[in-house]
Structures are given as C-alpha cells and as structure tokens.
C-alpha cells in the first residue's frame, strides 16, 4: 500500500541529501520560492507525494501529509498567500507551518524520532516525536474541534486522537482550536493576506499554543 511505498522510499530520500546544509535550504515563508524549494530543500523529494500518503500519527511521512493538509486548507489558504499568488504543490508559501514541516524532517533525517534506517515509523519512546505530536497532530484534531477540518478515518483508525484527549494536553488543544476559529473568522470577514501585524500577533498565539 502506500504507507509502504513510502517506507521503501524512506532509504532512497535520506540517502540522497543526508549531506544537505541546512542553512542553505531553511525554508521561511515569504523567501520560498518555486525554485528554491525544488533544488534546495529536502522536502521537495517527497512532498508532492503526501497527497497520496496517510494522515497517521506514529510515521514520518504520515505527519507530514497532516501539514500538507492543514496548510491546504481552502478556507485559511488566502491568509498564507503571498502577493504573487504562489503556491507549492498546492500549499501557500506563507503558512507558519512550513517552520515546523522544515523542523520534522530534520528531526527524521538526523535519527531523533527513532525511526529504523528503512523505515519511517515513529519510535514511541522519542522524545522528539512526543514533543513534534504537540506541533503537528494535536494541532490538526484542534483544526477538526474548531471546524476547520474533519480528521481522516486513517488517522483515527490508528489511535492518532488518543494522545490529543490527554487531560494535561486539553489546555493547548483549546489554545489551538481558539486560533483556527480566529484566522475562520478572519477568513470570513476580510479578504487578502494577514498584514505584518496579524502575523506577529498569530506567531504569539502559536508559541502559547
């Protein structure tokens, strides 16, 4: 299936660019560009295939399709639209979560999610990856609490939402779903991008989050 797929390729796209800079390809919201992104960053090895890729908690590749979802979303995709309009396999270049896709696949290459070498599911005892569970799947349940999204029968199937239920998670779940019904109504009542501010003001509400 495509989960292995994606396993199988696991090898072949740490093998590849295991010697990247990372400086050299940060990628950064409004600095992004088609061509940068293409020859430059790692992610452009396998993001034009998390289309096809389960949205799972406990595997790489599956946290990275649930970034790819969030970012895609119809509703919030103007805010993160930059001027020129452009888009990376249909994500909007200015989205905050570029930081934190850019941040997983560091964490997968460099071997800090316990990952086997031919594989990409997340080890359970990683710190990092409990630590990246926070950044990424809770904040896609607190998209579907918010009604920005519904989440993947996968996703449930596979026991994603469990940690998310967590008593001592339940603050920054909320804190979560308060800022995606903020940038919804922000969507909802004007049209264009966020300004400079809005998007100093959103970046706080992430870092409490």
């Given at each position: 299936?495509?989960?292995?797929?994606?396993?199988?390729?696991?090898?072949?796209?740490?093998?590849?660019?295991?010697?990247?800079?990372?400086?050299?390809?940060?990628?950064?919201?409004?600095?992004?560009?088609?061509?940068?992104?293409?020859?430059?960053?790692?992610?452009?090895?396998?993001?034009?295939?998390?289309?096809?890729?389960?949205?799972?908690?406990?595997?790489?590749?599956?946290?990275?399709?649930?970034?790819a979802k969030i970012m895609s979303e119809e509703r919030l995709a103007a805010?993160?639209?930059?001027?020129?309009?452009?888009?990376?396999?249909?994500?909007?270049?200015?989205?905050?979560?570029?930081?934190?896709?850019?941040?997983?696949?560091?964490?997968?290459?460099?071997?800090?999610?316990?990952?086997?070498?031919?594989?990409?599911?997340?080890?359970?005892?990683?710190?990092?990856?409990?630590?990246?569970?926070?950044?990424?799947?809770?904040?896609?349940?607190?998209?579907?609490?918010?009604?920005?999204?519904?989440?993947?029968?996968?996703?449930?199937?596979?026991?994603?939402?469990?940690?998310?239920?967590?008593?001592?998670?339940?603050?920054?779940?909320?804190?979560w779903a308060e800022l995606w019904r903020g940038l919804l109504m922000r969507?909802?009542?004007?049209?264009?991008?966020?300004?400079?501010?809005?998007?100093?003001?959103?970046?706080?509400?992430?870092?409490?989050a």
């Amino acid at each position: 299936g495509t989960r292995r797929l994606a396993t199988r390729a696991a090898v072949a796209v740490r093998g590849e660019l295991s010697l990247e800079t990372w400086a050299a390809w940060r990628a950064g919201g409004w600095s992004l560009t088609q061509e940068s992104f293409a020859s430059t960053t790692p992610l452009a090895a396998y993001w034009g295939t998390l289309c096809h890729q389960p949205l799972l908690a406990d595997d790489f590749f599956g946290r990275q399709a649930i970034y790819a979802k969030i970012m895609s979303e119809e509703r919030l995709a103007a805010l993160f639209t930059r001027s020129d309009g452009l888009l990376l396999h249909g994500v909007p270049t200015a989205h905050f979560f570029w930081g934190y896709a850019v941040q997983l696949d560091w964490q997968w290459r460099t071997g800090r999610l316990g990952c086997e070498a031919d594989g990409s599911n997340i080890s359970p005892s990683s710190w990092w990856g409990k630590m990246n569970y926070t950044l990424c799947a809770l904040p896609y349940v607190a998209a579907a609490d918010a009604g920005v999204l519904e989440l993947t029968t996968e996703f449930m199937a596979s026991g994603g939402g469990t940690e998310a239920a967590r008593p001592e998670l339940a603050e920054a779940r909320s804190l979560w779903a308060e800022l995606w019904r903020g940038l919804l109504m922000r969507a909802a009542s004007v049209a264009g991008s966020l300004t400079d501010r809005e998007r100093d003001a959103l970046q706080l509400q992430v870092w409490r989050a």
